[in-house]
């Protein structure tokens, strides 16, 4: 075997001697989240769109092991003006802090804070801005509860 083939091995064998597991393999961390977290009712269309993409990715609990708390929170920075004043491109700033408490022990296993933004643009009608904002908003709460997902797999001390 040449030299290169053996560099290219040598990462592998590194990660198996680490002890690396896959977070959503067998043993992996991540599967006491799936299938077990009541994700507070949410109050409004932020907070629904976000709720909706955790309950994508985590599962609907039926008997919960974990409630999760979240609070999100936007706000709207004018990015583009065009020659006459009018603002043509936004960004949407987003920001999603979480409690996750265990609800046989009533402890909190893991807090945080997330942030993201997107853009879209208001250039064209009332309608078209509308509809990329409405847009715009959905892509910002599916971005921060995928983060929110990673961080709590990352930081939680979560049971086994």
Do not use: W
Request: include cysteine; hydrophobic fraction near 40%; aromatic fraction near 6%.
């Amino acid at each position: 075997m040449s030299l290169f083939k053996y560099l290219l091995i040598l990462p592998f064998l590194a990660l198996t001697a680490c002890g690396f597991t896959p977070v959503y393999g067998t043993d992996g961390s991540a599967n006491v989240l799936l299938n077990s977290v009541l994700v507070q009712e949410p109050k409004t269309r932020d907070s629904y769109l976000l709720t909706r993409q955790l309950e994508k990715r985590l599962g609907r609990a039926a008997d919960p092991r974990f409630d999760l708390g979240v609070s999100v929170s936007t706000s709207l920075k004018a990015l583009g003006i065009n020659s006459i004043g009018n603002i043509n491109r936004y960004n949407l700033l987003g920001t999603a802090q979480y409690t996750l408490r265990d609800t046989q022990t009533g402890q909190i296993v893991g807090s945080g804070k997330v942030n993201s933004f997107t853009g879209y643009s208001a250039a064209g009608s009332t309608i078209s801005s509308q509809a990329t904002r409405e847009d715009a908003q959905e892509r910002l709460m599916i971005i921060l509860a995928d983060k929110l997902i990673d961080h709590l797999i990352a930081t939680a001390d979560l049971p086994s």
